[in-house]
């Protein structure tokens, strides 16, 4: 794993930017994992910025988000199909057609998992996974206690999760209790993981991902199992490091 300290989001944001346009240039239809979350951000944002002046054409650029909602009514705007649509495929003017959610809609659940991932294997994989860390130290949205082996399937948030989240609703009880995210066996499968994590509040997670025993109680810690992983994480997220 190799682990890159940069000053800020933004400069977090602009390397990644700059490394996923080459990505582009070189293999037009790329295949992005998009997490949500407030962490990636500033990487979209880059990414937008950087568009036009790079001479590069994002049209066939495929996207596969790593998680959704379980129950939100459709078009709900914390929904991260909706997220999706207004931070990424919006301004980066990403085609809709390619760019997938899992399907958190109650009549859809039984069969979304088998789903997504059938979607992702015809889509001949994920090349570049970009990921966050919750304070729990998910991954997606798998939580303390997910299989390593795990694919795309229903998950309930732990309460830490859904106080954090909290901030994107009216209320913490309007947080839903669970979600349909890639399981760390379908991260795994991504030929390059980009984990980013700014701030205090992700020191502990964080050490725990990259150095910590290898177990399902620390999802995070998934990606030791990974031959290419890059970590952006700014001074006080990569505090606790050894
Ligand atoms: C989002 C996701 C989560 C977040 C994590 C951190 O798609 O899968 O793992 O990356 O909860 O969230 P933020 O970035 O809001 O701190």
Redo the contacts with the bound molecule.
Sequence with gaps: TEVVIVDNPDAAGALVAAHILDLIRAKPATTLG???????LALYRSLAAQLPSGGVDVSLVRGF???EYVGLLPGHPES?SSVIGREVVGPLGLTPELISVPDGSLAGIRTAGDHYENAIIAAGGIDLQI?????DG????NEPGSSLASLTRVKTLTQQ?RR??ARFFASEADVPLHCI?QGLGTILRARHLVL?AFGN??AEALAGAVEGPVSSSNPGSAIQLHPHVTVLADEAAASHLA
């Design positions: 998009l997490a949500t979350g407030s962490t990636p988000a790593l998680d991260y990921l966050g860390i919750g304070s998910h991954i997606g949205f999760t954090d989240n995210t980013l509040g992700k």
